[in-house]
């Protein structure tokens, strides 16, 4: 064996010729490995920029973004609520399956009931039976005749479904025959084409019947179970028990079964027999979000008004989680709609904030003035033009500043004339001295005077302005921003506010006649741009005079002790409606009122802006002096020197006595009075019986009686107005003071009426014999002439024989 034939781990042996030094040798226990070898590790390190190892990295990053990405969507809003919602429907799973089986139940028995009052005609035996109780013959018969109606028509046409079924069993039996007969005794092969089509089509249909014929049994008793669930349903509106758990707004949260479940448990008799029948409200307008709180419109069931739900106002509070003045039912357009509204939680304790016209800003009082918040969080504007205001309250609750704030508003229209008298020792209204026109404040009758005067002077104001907008083309009915605008006109607004009116209308000696001139003055002064602001802290009948209520436009009312301050304020009937600022707690409801008028809603509850003045603070001086910058802006006198004035006619007496007469023979003096009052008040007003009498014995009318009453003839106005019209004609026979012809005239109403008495009698008495003059009469004025006194008749003493 030579070395090539050697294995490598031979050990050599001292026959081979070598040393045993020499024959020691290392061996080391390893593995030569190849970089090609399948499953061997490289024997070095691969380079960071290869492809397998950015690739590697890639997966890596987008491994790690997809957990990150499905990290937070477990975590946001959304599938938390998801996983709360789903929680909490797998604690209640036992609860949601009894529920479920209540209602399979509930609703197979009112199916039950159902057929059983149709078959039996339970509802019409029922009306029948409430009437022969209520001893209404009438309407037991109608009852009973349309129970016997019904069924006549009820087998009438169960009698003509029969009818239909048997026609069609009769004409299609035959068919069916025929067509089997041929089918079993004849191949599909042998038959006409047009046949076998028809027999594949049929063979195609019930293969199609075959299969779907156990879904739809097996289908059926789910649908039934739903449609009998559905049926035996809570009649509660709403799904509140399936998502409410963790609602961020669940304290403000308000649906319609809240509402419903409130409603049930008022105690109101007829409500609670109707929940009690199984009864379901309906909602003309479900509950939605309105501004800071919500709203629903409801109809209630017969018997019960929402007059009686506004009387249970605190329990349907405490029923719905809220305080009394977060609630507010009120009476919609019919007795038997409710509109409710609802506040958020708290809402109504903060304030309105600053006024947004407290640093800059201008006012057209034709659009209205920034007044505060209403319930629902929205700015409203106080409408001014076309309208007067009636301010109360009691004292320290917002009165005064609220009127304050109008009156601001009103100062930043340039074209705005402004008067203010106070009844009282109060300083609310010094820093708008620059721009009034008119200011007196005190508790002297100077004040009083001063305050019934400028009533007078508004007065005459609105006369004139009346006469003014007639001479318009147009003949407009009232003041507009264009007419306004025309300085020559003199028909800019004017705005009078009085505080404290009550003073003045209980003055012992100026009040009474204060009271009538502000009464003509709201019910005919708003259309001819004068506006009437009165403010009060005494709301009584006493101290506003009724007239005033029913007329004034908008009526304010902060926190008052009583109902009859109440509606003093915001006119009769508001408490029993529900609309109460006797709700207000003092001082805790400062600045916030309920008023009526300021917007087409039926009441708003309003948190008035306020703007300081008081020791160390006044934001309203500053205000006024931007007002008086914008008046000098406009170069606007105020005051307008160069209105246009227009004389009144003369009123005729006579032809507005004949007009009122409206073509009637005989019409009654009260009767005449009361149609001249509503034809002119102003001149007429104030007229009594002997004002007429003494203004129609002017033109020689004397009333006569009829029937027992006094009465004026409309014969007598028409020849008083034709002798009136002849006199005022010119005559060609006048000279010298003279006229020519006949020496008088005899009356045509003479010739009508019966002697006097006292006509043709001989007179008595020393002077009447002495001197031959007639007999006196007590009535005041000229009498009509008699047949002695006509010049040229008997007994008249001019020098000719008789």
């Not at 609220?402 to 008067?419: K, M, Q, S």
Request: proline share 7%; hydrophobic share 40%; glycine share 8%.
């Amino acid at each position: 064996m030579n070395d090539r034939e050697k294995p490598m781990n031979a050990i050599p042996t001292p026959d081979d010729g070598v040393s045993g030094a020499e024959l020691e040798r290392k061996v080391y226990d390893a593995e030569f490995v190849t970089d090609d070898a399948p499953g061997r590790a490289p024997n070095r390190l691969r380079p960071p920029w290869s492809p397998r190892t950015l690739g590697a990295r890639r997966w890596r990053h987008a491994f790690a973004s997809l957990v990150m990405a499905a990290v937070l969507l477990w975590r946001s809003g959304p599938m938390v609520r998801v996983r709360s919602v789903a929680a909490y429907r797998v604690r209640k799973i036992p609860q949601d399956v009894a529920r479920l089986v209540w209602f399979v139940l509930r609703g197979n028995w009112r199916w039950l009931v159902k057929f059983w009052t149709w078959a039996t005609y339970a509802d019409l035996r029922a009306d029948a039976r409430r009437a022969r109780l209520a001893g209404d013959a009438e309407a037991r018969r109608a009852a009973q005749e349309l129970i016997r109606s019904d069924s006549q028509a009820r087998w009438a046409k169960v009698g003509i479904c029969l009818h239909r079924i048997v026609v069609l069993v009769r004409v299609l039996a035959p068919v069916v025959i025929v067509l089997w007969a041929l089918d079993s005794w004849v191949p599909r092969g042998d038959m006409w084409p047009w046949l076998a089509s028809v027999y594949n089509g049929l063979d195609a249909v019930w293969t199609i019947v075959a299969a779907a014929g156990p879904a739809v049994i097996y289908t059926l008793p789910v649908l039934l179970l739903v449609a009998a669930a559905f049926e035996g349903r809570d009649k509660t509106p709403g799904v509140g028990w399936l998502v409410h758990p963790d609602r961020d707004d669940a304290d403000s949260w308000i649906d319609e079964r809240m509402i419903s479940k409130a409603l049930a448990h008022l105690g109101i008799s007829p409500l609670n027999q109707f929940f009690k029948d199984g009864g379901v409200l309906a909602y003309t307008v479900p509950a939605r979000k309105d501004g800071d709180g919500t709203y629903a419109q409801v109809r209630l069931p017969l018997g019960v008004t929402a007059d009686m739900v506004a009387s249970q106002r605190p329990k349907l509070a405490a029923n719905l989680g809220r305080a009394a003045l977060e609630t507010w039912p009120t009476k919609g357009d019919e007795d038997g709609i409710l509109d409710l509204w609802v506040a958020d939680k708290g809402t109504l304790n903060g304030g309105a904030g600053d006024w947004p016209l407290l640093h800059d800003g201008q006012v057209d009082l034709f659009k209205g003035v920034p007044f505060g918040l209403s319930q629902r969080g929205l700015v409203i504007n106080a409408p001014l033009i076309g309208a007067n205001w009636l301010i109360g309250g009691r004292p320290g609750q917002g009165k005064s500043a609220c009127l304050r704030t109008i009156l601001l508003g009103a100062a930043l229209d340039p074209t705005a004339e402004l008067w203010v008298y106070v009844m009282g020792e109060a300083p609310d209204f010094e820093p708008f001295a620059p721009r009034l026109m008119r200011y007196r404040m005190g508790m002297d009758d100077a004040v009083a005077e001063a305050a019934l005067q400028a009533l007078s002077d508004l007065l005459d104001e609105m006369e004139r302005r009346g006469r003014v907008l007639g001479q318009q083309p147009g003949r407009p009915p009232k003041v507009s921003r264009r007419l306004a605008d025309n300085r020559s006109l003199g028909l800019h607004p004017i705005v009078c506010a009085i505080d404290e009116c009550h003073e003045l209308f209980q003055h012992p000696k100026y009040g009474k006649q204060a009271a009538e001139m502000a009464i003509r003055l709201i019910k005919r002064g708003r259309k001819y741009g004068i506006v009437l602001l009165l403010a009060t802290q005494s709301p009584t009948k006493d101290s506003i005079p009724r007239e005033i209520t029913r007329n004034v436009s908008c009526g304010v009312a902060f926190s008052v002790a009583d109902q009859i301050a109440n509606d003093g304020l915001l006119g009769s009937g508001k408490y029993r409606a529900g609309i109460r600022a006797t709700d207000l707690r003092m001082n805790t409801d400062r600045g916030t009122c309920v008023a009526v008028g300021v917007t087409d809603a039926t009441f708003e509850l309003v948190r008035t802006f306020y703007i300081p003045f008081e020791d160390g603070i006044d934001d309203v001086s500053p205000v006024v002096t931007r007002a008086v910058a914008l008046v000098e802006e406009t170069g606007r006198a105020i005051e307008a020197p160069h209105r246009l004035e227009i004389e009144a006619a003369p009123v005729d007496h006579l032809a507005d006595i004949n007009l009122v007469m409206h073509g009637e023979r005989r019409v009654r003096t009260q009767v005449v009075l009361s149609r001249l009052a509503e034809h002119n008040p102003a001149e007429y007003e104030g007229w009594s019986p002997s004002d007429l009498t003494a203004t129609l014995a002017i033109d020689g009318v004397r009333p006569g009686k009829s029937h027992g009453v006094m009465v004026i003839r409309a014969e007598d106005i028409a020849d008083a107005l034709t002798r009136r019209d002849d006199s005022s004609l010119p005559d060609d026979g006048e000279r010298d003071g003279e006229t020519t012809g006949t020496r008088g005239v005899l009356p045509a109403y003479s010739l009508t009426r019966s002697p006097r008495p006292d006509v043709g009698k001989p007179r008595t008495g020393r002077a009447n014999a002495a001197h031959g003059k007639p007999a006196e009469t007590p009535e005041s004025g000229t009498r009509p002439p008699s047949l002695g006194d006509i010049p040229g008749s008997p007994g008249e003493s001019d020098g000719t024989p008789p």
